[in-house]
C-alpha cells in the first residue's frame, strides 16, 4: 500500500501478512506511523486518495475484498467486518443523535425497517451498558466511556464475524480503558466475533490478545501468541518496546528508550529497516533484508541475529551469539 506524494509513492505497508481464527483476538503493535491503521482501512477497503493498494490480496471467508464491487463493498461493510475508529468524538456526528447514527448504520447495511432498526439500537445500548433512553442523546451530552461504549454498540450492529478496533482507548483514562476492554472481552466471549486489535500500547495488548504482530516501518518484524511475546521477545525492537512501559508489580527496573527514529518511508534504509537504531547492527544487516522466519512453534522473527537457527533453538542461545543479553544503550560505534 502506498501514499502518492509531490516527492514521490510512499510505500506505507510492504508484504505485511497474517490470518485471524475464528473468536481471536488479534494485536498489531508499533509506533505511530508503522503503518498500523493503513492494513485497517484496507482491509475494509475505506483508504482515500492518495492511499491506493498496489498488491496483494485480501480474503475472508474465501472472498477477495479487492474484488468486490461497490455493492458488495456496501453489504461487507458492518454486516462482515466492522469498525471501532480512533478517539470516538471524532468518529461521531456531533450534530446527531446516538440513536440516529446507530440507526443509519443498521438501515443502510441491511434490510431491517427503521422501526426494527431503533429497537435494535435500544438493545445494542444495552449490551454496552448504556441505558436505552440515551438514544436522544448527542455526542456531547455523553461521558469519553459512554461515547466509547456507543462507538462499540455501532460496530456490533449487525453481529459482524470481525471488528477491528483502532486505538479504542486512546482519549480515556486508565480505570475507563480497563472497564471498557473487560466489556469487549465479555462480549466476544457471548457473541463470538473476532478482533483486529491496533494500539501501540503494548501493556494492554499483552494482556487481552491471543496473538500480536510487532510492525515496524510498514512490515512485520515479530509474530507470536501474546504471553510468549511478553515473556520471551526475540527482536531487538520488540525488546525495546517491552522495556519501554513500566510494571504494575515486581521490582522496579530501569525504563529505557529505542535511541533513534523511525525512517523516511519515502527512502527507506537498506536492508533490514531497523538497522539504523539497532545496538547489534553488522555489515551485512544494512545491505539484506531479513524475512519473517518462524523460530520457535508459532513464534516468527525478521531479524539477521536468527539466521540459521533450528525451530526449537532457545533464545538463550541466540542471545549468546549477540554477546549477553539483548538491552538498549548507547549506539554501537
Given at each position: 500500500?502506498?501514499?502518492?506524494?509531490?516527492?514521490?509513492?510512499?510505500?506505507?505497508?510492504?508484504?505485511?501478512?497474517?490470518?485471524?481464527?475464528?473468536?481471536?483476538?488479534?494485536?498489531?503493535?508499533?509506533?505511530?506511523?508503522?503503518?498500523?491503521?493503513?492494513?485497517?482501512?484496507a482491509i475494509m477497503r475505506i483508504l482515500r486518495p492518495p492511499a491506493i493498494i498496489t498488491g496483494g490480496r485480501i480474503a475472508f471467508q474465501g472472498r477477495d475484498v479487492l474484488a468486490m464491487s461497490d455493492e458488495e463493498l456496501?453489504?461487507?461493510?458492518?454486516?462482515?467486518?466492522?469498525?471501532?475508529?480512533?478517539?470516538?468524538?471524532?468518529?461521531?456526528?456531533?450534530?446527531?443523535?446516538?440513536?440516529?447514527?446507530?440507526?443509519?448504520?443498521?438501515?443502510?447495511?441491511?434490510?431491517?425497517?427503521?422501526?426494527?432498526?431503533?429497537?435494535?439500537?435500544?438493545?445494542?445500548?444495552?449490551?454496552?451498558?448504556?441505558?436505552?433512553?440515551?438514544?436522544?442523546?448527542?455526542?456531547?451530552?455523553?461521558?469519553?466511556?459512554?461515547?466509547?461504549?456507543?462507538v462499540i454498540a455501532t460496530a456490533l450492529a449487525l453481529n459482524p464475524p470481525l471488528m477491528i478496533m483502532d486505538e479504542p482507548t486512546t482519549a480515556l483514562d486508565v480505570v475507563v480503558q480497563k472497564e471498557i476492554m473487560q466489556?469487549?472481552?465479555?462480549?466476544?466471549?457471548?457473541?463470538?466475533?473476532?478482533?483486529?486489535?491496533?494500539?501501540?500500547?503494548?501493556?494492554?495488548?499483552?494482556?487481552?490478545?491471543?496473538?500480536?504482530?510487532?510492525?515496524?516501518?510498514?512490515?512485520?518484524?515479530?509474530?507470536?501468541?501474546?504471553?510468549?511475546?511478553?515473556?520471551?521477545?526475540?527482536?531487538?525492537?520488540?525488546?525495546?518496546?517491552?522495556?519501554?512501559?513500566?510494571?504494575?508489580?515486581?521490582?522496579?527496573?530501569?525504563?529505557?528508550?529505542?535511541?533513534?527514529?523511525?525512517?523516511?518511508?519515502?527512502?527507506?534504509?537498506?536492508?533490514?529497516?531497523?538497522?539504523?537504531?539497532?545496538?547489534?547492527?553488522?555489515?551485512?544487516?544494512?545491505?539484506?533484508?531479513?524475512?519473517?522466519?518462524?523460530?520457535?512453534?508459532?513464534?516468527?522473527?525478521?531479524?539477521?541475529?536468527?539466521?540459521?537457527?533450528?525451530?526449537?533453538?532457545?533464545?538463550?542461545?541466540?542471545?549468546?551469539?549477540?554477546?549477553?543479553?539483548?538491552?538498549?544503550?548507547?549506539?554501537?560505534?
Amino acid at each position: 500500500m502506498e501514499y502518492v506524494t509531490g516527492r514521490g509513492p510512499v510505500r506505507a505497508v510492504e508484504g505485511v501478512s497474517f490470518s485471524i481464527a475464528p473468536g481471536e483476538v488479534f494485536g498489531l503493535a508499533g509506533e505511530s506511523g508503522c503503518g498500523k491503521s493503513t492494513v485497517a482501512h484496507a482491509i475494509m477497503r475505506i483508504l482515500r486518495p492518495p492511499a491506493i493498494i498496489t498488491g496483494g490480496r485480501i480474503a475472508f471467508q474465501g472472498r477477495d475484498v479487492l474484488a468486490m464491487s461497490d455493492e458488495e463493498l456496501e453489504r461487507f461493510r458492518w454486516a462482515s467486518v466492522s469498525m471501532v475508529f480512533q478517539s470516538a468524538m471524532n468518529s461521531l456526528n456531533p450534530v446527531m443523535t446516538i440513536g440516529d447514527q446507530i440507526v443509519d448504520a443498521i438501515t443502510s447495511h441491511s434490510d431491517l425497517s427503521k422501526k426494527q432498526a431503533w429497537e435494535r439500537a435500544a438493545e445494542l445500548l444495552e449490551i454496552v451498558g448504556i441505558e436505552p433512553s440515551r438514544l436522544r442523546s448527542y455526542p456531547h451530552q455523553l461521558s469519553g466511556g459512554m461515547r466509547q461504549r456507543a462507538v462499540i454498540a455501532t460496530a456490533l450492529a449487525l453481529n459482524p464475524p470481525l471488528m477491528i478496533m483502532d486505538e479504542p482507548t486512546t482519549a480515556l483514562d486508565v480505570v475507563v480503558q480497563k472497564e471498557i476492554m473487560q466489556q469487549i472481552e465479555e462480549l466476544k466471549d457471548r457473541l463470538g466475533f473476532s478482533i483486529l486489535f491496533i494500539t501501540h500500547d503494548l501493556s494492554l495488548l499483552v494482556e487481552f490478545s491471543d496473538r500480536i504482530a510487532i510492525m515496524y516501518a510498514g512490515e512485520i518484524v515479530e509474530m507470536a501468541p501474546a504471553r510468549e511475546l511478553f515473556s520471551n521477545p526475540l527482536h531487538p525492537y520488540t525488546y525495546g518496546l517491552m522495556n519501554s512501559f513500566p510494571s504494575i508489580s515486581g521490582e522496579k527496573r530501569k525504563l529505557t528508550g529505542i535511541p533513534g527514529s523511525p525512517p523516511d518511508l519515502l527512502h527507506p534504509p537498506s536492508g533490514c529497516r531497523f538497522h539504523p537504531r539497532c545496538p547489534y547492527v553488522q555489515p551485512m544487516f544494512k545491505e539484506v533484508a531479513p524475512r519473517l522466519r518462524e523460530v520457535t512453534p508459532g513464534h516468527f522473527v525478521a531479524c539477521h541475529l536468527y539466521d540459521g537457527c533450528q525451530p526449537g533453538q532457545s533464545q538463550v542461545s541466540l542471545k549468546a551469539a549477540v554477546g549477553g543479553e539483548l538491552k538498549f544503550g548507547e549506539m554501537p560505534k
